[in-house]
């Protein structure tokens, strides 16, 4: 059983105050506009190529292109593994 519902509270997902909410709908809100916007980004630096040279002239070389992503997917798993090999030593422990 919830520690909220024994203790007679309800839960944000029971339908809890509004209030309590707003921050993680913030945070939410924060997150998509700023996934819209890497990919908006990223987008146009792809197809920069096609645009007029004042355009082309505002991005980095092409092969950050490439570099970037790549480099964020090596460090997300590398994350990952770190977190779960961490987590696994200490419940071993």
């Known amino acids: 059983m919830c520690a909220s519902a024994r203790n007679g509270r309800k839960s944000v ?4 105050k509004a209030s309590d909410r707003l921050p993680a709908v913030v945070l939410g809100l924060l997150c998509i506009a700023f996934s ?3 990919f ?11 645009l ?11 092969m ?16 990952v593994t770190a977190f ?5 030593r200490t419940a071993a422990s």
């Not at 997902?13 to 809890?16: F, I, L, P, V």
């Not at 007029?52 to 092409?62: E, H, K, S, T």
């Not at 950050?64 to 994350?79: C, D, E, K, R």
């Not at 779960?84 to 696994?88: A, D, H, L, S, W």
């Open 40 to 50: 908006l980004a990223f987008t146009t630096w792809l197809l920069a190529p096609v």
């Open 36 to 38: 819209a916007a890497v």
């Open 13 to 16: 997902a029971d339908g809890g």
């Open 84 to 88: 779960v090999g961490i987590q696994k």
């Open 52 to 62: 007029p040279p004042y355009v082309q002239a505002l991005f980095p070389l092409r």
């Open 64 to 79: 950050w292109l490439y570099i970037l992503p790549a480099a964020g997917v090596v460090g997300v798993v590398a994350g």
